[in-house]
Structure formats: C-alpha cells, structure tokens
C-alpha cells in the first residue's frame, strides 16, 4: 500500500473516483497505485501536481539506487543519501511494527526534533512494541572524534544533548530504553521488526548525506542478520543513560 499516496489524496480532499476524473483514468487504475503500482512518468507529473507533493515523495523509488536488476532478495532499496527518505517513509517505517523498534546512531537529531515520529514511536510503546534507542556518548572520545571528523567540533555532542532532551517524554513511557554507547560507529540503523535502514558512515560526511541501505528479513537475509548481530553488541556495550544527559 503506498500511504504517502494514499495521505496525501485524504489531505486534498480526493477520493479514488475523484482521481480518476481529474486524470482521465479508470477508477482501477488509481487503487492499483494505491497498491503499489508506479504511474508512468507523463502521469506521475499531473498526479504530483494535483496533489501539491513532490514525485520522490510520493514514490520514494525514483529516488532509489538499483531499483532493478539483480541484487540480494534482501536489499529492498539504496538509497543515495538519508536526506532522500521522506517523513512519510520513516513514518511508513515505524508504523509497521509489531514487536521492536531499534535505533542506533551518534544523535539521531532528525528524528528527535520531529514530534510526528516521536509521537508515532510513543504510541507503538503503549500498544506494548519495545523500543531501544541507542545513541551516542555526549561524553565519549568517539563522539569527539566524529565531530572533528565533520569539522563541527562540539557540535556532535550537543546533538546529541538535544536529541536526548527532545526524546524526554517518550522516555518516560513503559517499554522505552535508552542506552548511550561509545563505539566507532561505522553506520547508523533503523529497526522496525523484519525490516532494516542502514545508514552508512564515511570520514567527514555527515550521515544525513550518506548512502541508505534497505533490508528486510527473510530466509536467507545474512546481511540484515549481520548488522543485527552489530546492533546487539553495541546495545549491550552501552550504558543506561540518565534522563537528564540532555540538560547537562
């Protein structure tokens, strides 16, 4: 199902029939795209302008590295850098999960100062999904080191501080756990159950500008294992974090 789609039909007050009117299309047509099916380019133009949405948002796979071809079953998508995921699309992420949502990172600012995704992740705790965050040591050498790396000297552990102080109130909910570690990071993840972004580091390049890489779990899925295997023992070497970290 493409949501993005889907929502912002629903916010310009259109229904599949309405679409399909203004396009000159059969009724099937639109819930095919509703279902996953990519309009041809013509077509995509006149539904992104009636919509008011970009054609990357409203298809993130244009936006895709090797969206074809001959690849592992696993690797869902590449993404040429993070910045090209949409809200929707992490929104998309999350929403999915049933049992565990992971998220490993130096700050992971981003998704912090959203308040859309951290409601979304306050409400997946209360209907019981654990929740682990795992950010970076505001405190530790590495995190020092990667804001020399990025030439933002302090600026790395401050992200972090505010990370965590926006992170606050969804802290405080049963299920949430947060752990800082100081670790060098060779990547960032984004867990929601079967389903895996990683977001890969590089020296001096801040990750927001790094490649994505999308996994999904599956019966031969060795790399998405590997990296859980990572997760797992960086989780394991960090330490729990106080909830005031943020205001120090």
């Known amino acids: 199902m493409n949501e993005v789609l ?3 039909m629903f916010d310009a007050q259109l229904t599949e029939v309405d679409l399909s009117a203004r396009l000159a299309v059969d009724p099937k047509t639109v819930r095919n795209w509703l279902k996953g099916q990519v309009p041809h380019p013509q077509t995509r133009a006149a539904i992104a302008r009636l919509l008011g949405i970009e054609e990357t948002a409203l298809w993130p796979s244009l936006c895709m590295l090797g969206a074809g071809g001959d690849r592992p079953l696993e690797l869902a998508a590449v993404y040429p850098r993070r910045m090209a995921i949409s809200q929707q699309s992490w929104l998309s992420l999350f929403s999915a999960a049933e049992s565990e949502i992971g998220v490993l990172a130096y700050s992971a600012l981003f998704l912090a100062e959203d308040a859309r995704l951290v409601g979304l992740l306050g409400q997946k705790a209360a209907q019981g999904v654990r929740i682990r965050i795992a950010l970076g040591d505001p405190e530790g050498r590495n995190v020092d080191r990667r804001g020399v790396e990025e ?5 790395m552990s401050m992200k972090i ?3 965590i102080a926006c992170l606050g109130p969804l802290l405080q909910q049963d299920g ?3 752990r800082l570690h100081d670790t060098v990071l060779y990547n960032s993840m984004y867990r929601s159950d079967g389903q895996l972004l990683v977001n890969q580091h590089a020296f001096g390049i801040p990750a927001a500008r790094s490649p994505v890489y999308h996994f999904r779990d599956g019966a031969d899925s060795e790399m998405f294992r590997s990296y ?3 997760f797992e023992r960086i989780w394991t070497l960090g330490r729990a974090a106080a909830l005031d970290a943020g205001r120090r």
């Not at 030439?151 to 600026?155: L, Q, S």
Request: net charge neutral; proline share 0%.
């Open 228 to 230: 859980l295997t990572s």
């Open 151 to 155: 030439e933002i000297g302090e600026a």
């Open 161 to 163: 501080r505010n990370a």
């Open 6 to 8: 889907r929502r912002a």
């Open 176 to 178: 949430v756990e947060l």
